[in-house]
């Protein structure tokens, strides 16, 4: 992928990401897993916060430079859950993988939260 491109496509996925979507210029959608709904309410709003803050992107992490990966830990009822959250880009029926991944118009962001286990 080339360095502009992939640039842009991290710059569109920070923006939607740390603004959890509501930047209706980068459209998408948050899902979670199982795993992650079972937490709660109070833990949904600290991983909320953590994802949106998540800056430690590293060539290690972040290789291609698209910020569309990073693991983070939140304390829920006194203990350390690591997660995981990852974006996809889709199409816009959210049907195939997008063709135009540099295009908001075309792409739709489907950012996953996880738990380790469930990836």
Do not use: C
């Amino acid at each position: 992928m080339d360095v502009a491109r992939a640039a842009l496509i991290g710059q569109q996925n920070d923006r939607f990401r740390t603004t959890w979507g509501a930047d209706f210029t980068i459209s998408g959608r948050i899902v979670m897993t199982r795993g992650v709904a079972d937490l709660g309410f109070t833990a949904h709003v600290a991983i909320m916060a953590a994802v949106q803050r998540f800056a430690s992107f590293t060539e290690d992490n972040d290789p291609y430079g698209t910020r569309d990966f990073g693991i983070f830990s939140v304390m829920v009822e006194g203990q350390e859950v690591r997660l995981y959250w990852k974006i996809d880009l889709y199409d816009a029926a959210y049907q195939f993988g997008s063709d135009a991944a540099a295009d908001p118009r075309k792409t739709r962001r489907l950012p996953t939260l996880l738990l380790p286990e469930e990836y």
